[in-house]
T-cell receptor, first 107, second 113 residues
Framework: GQSLEQPSEVTAVEGAIVQINCTYQTSGFYGLSWYQQHDGGAPTFLSYNALDGLEETGRFSSFLSRSDSYGYLLLQELQMKDSASYFCAVQVYQLIWGAGTKLIIKP | DGGITQSPKYLFRKEGQNVTLSCEQNLNHDAMYWYRQDPGQGLRLIYYSQIVNDFQKGDIAEGYSVSREKKESFPLTVTSAQKNPTAFYLC????????????FGPGTRLTVT
């Protein structure tokens, strides 16, 4: 089967950098997506890694290493509005989602 | 503005009643999805559809039914057979070749008592 593991909660300071890790066990997949979800809201797509390496989109970057079964989302210059839950999801045929990481940002 | 609408935002039902959740999109996407989200958990796939008049079961389809008579619409019925229907229901859509990038509606929070 497939499973993904993420830390349940991460705390960081405004203006700092934070990394949210995602480890997975799956027999094969197309790529790894990241989504952001504010409390009570809908998930919004952030990034996708089909290949190993780093993908950068503004303040957000995402990394994938298939050999290590590992990926991460890097958020730079943290702002209070980045307080949300972040989900990794592997694309097997459809998306298989992790349980999410709640990011708490302190002033 | 293109997007996905779900209605209503909050829905209350008595146990034993069927209830239908609406999902409409004007993004011209072929693929549509229904997910269930429980507190502190990720999204679990209920049903998905790649094309009109065709749909497939996801991981937790028992107690749910769907239809896809129009490209824009993908309603979900929560039947009385669903043991724990209280949850946050999210509808999404995508192009078939970019299933990794899904667009979500605002969700319907269903409470069954």
């Amino acid at each position: 089967g497939q499973s993904l593991e993420q830390p349940s909660e991460v705390t960081a300071v405004e203006g700092a950098i934070v990394q949210i890790n995602c480890t997975y066990q799956t027999s094969g997949f197309y790529g790894l997506s990241w989504y952001q979800q504010h409390d009570g809201g809908a998930p919004t797509f952030l990034s996708y890694n089909a290949l190993d390496g780093l993908e950068e989109t503004g303040r957000f970057s995402s990394f994938l290493s298939r050999s290590d079964s590992y990926g991460y989302l890097l958020l730079q210059e943290l702002q209070m509005k980045d307080s949300a839950s972040y989900f990794c999801a592997v694309q097997v045929y459809q998306l298989i989602w992790g349980a999410g990481t709640k990011l708490i940002i302190k002033p | 503005d293109g997007g996905i609408t779900q209605s209503p935002k909050y829905l209350f039902r008595k146990e034993g009643q069927n209830v239908t959740l609406s999902c409409e999109q004007n993004l011209n996407h072929d693929a549509m999805y229904w997910y269930r989200q429980d507190p502190g958990q990720g999204l679990r796939l209920i049903y998905y559809s790649q094309i009109v008049n065709d749909f497939q079961k996801g991981d937790i389809a028992e107690g749910y039914s769907v239809s896809r008579e129009k490209k824009e619409s993908f309603p979900l019925t929560v039947t009385s057979a669903q043991k724990n229907p209280t949850a946050f229901y999210l509808c999404a859509s995508s192009t078939p070749d970019r299933a990794y990038e899904q667009y979500f509606g605002p969700g319907t929070r269903l409470t069954v008592t």
